[in-house]
Nanobody, 120 residues
Framework: QVQLVESGGGLVQAGGSLRLSCAAS????????MGWYRQAPGKQRELVAA???????NYADSVKGRFTISRDNAKNTVFLQMNSLKPEDTAVYYC??????????????WGQGTQVTVSS
């Protein structure tokens, strides 16, 4: 099992910045990719950004150039720096840790979610 603890959400005005953090503990040896998803009211959860152990990143088109994901493997922590925030970025942001077990089955772990609200 992997436990994920998020922090850093809050209320910010449009154009502002926030930094989310997610610390992983437990069976972290099974984890390869960590990332952030978000879910706005009435919408499906969507990928925001992800980063592998090797540092390869993937971003949603809507956040490219504004958000940066990074990872401290020594501290088992992933960060999401969010700049130039827009009201449409308002959502609950969830940390995700993904890996595979010895049978090749995918393992997905989720944080409790942190609210990000961007006012216009």
């Amino acid at each position: 099992q992997v436990q994920l603890v998020e922090s850093g959400g809050g209320l910010v005005q449009a154009g502002g910045s926030l930094r989310l953090s997610c610390a992983a503990s437990g069976s972290i040896f099974s984890i390869n990719t960590m990332g952030w998803y978000r879910q706005a009211p009435g919408k499906q959860r969507e990928l925001v950004a992800a980063i592998t152990l090797g540092g390869m990143t993937n971003y949603a088109d809507s956040v490219k150039g504004r958000f940066t994901i990074s990872r401290d493997n020594a501290k088992n922590t992933v960060f999401l720096q969010m700049n130039s925030l827009k009201p449409e970025d308002t959502a609950v942001y969830y940390c995700n840790a993904r890996g595979y077990d010895e049978y090749g089955d995918r393992l997905d772990y989720w944080g409790q979610g942190t609210q990000v609200t961007v006012s216009s």
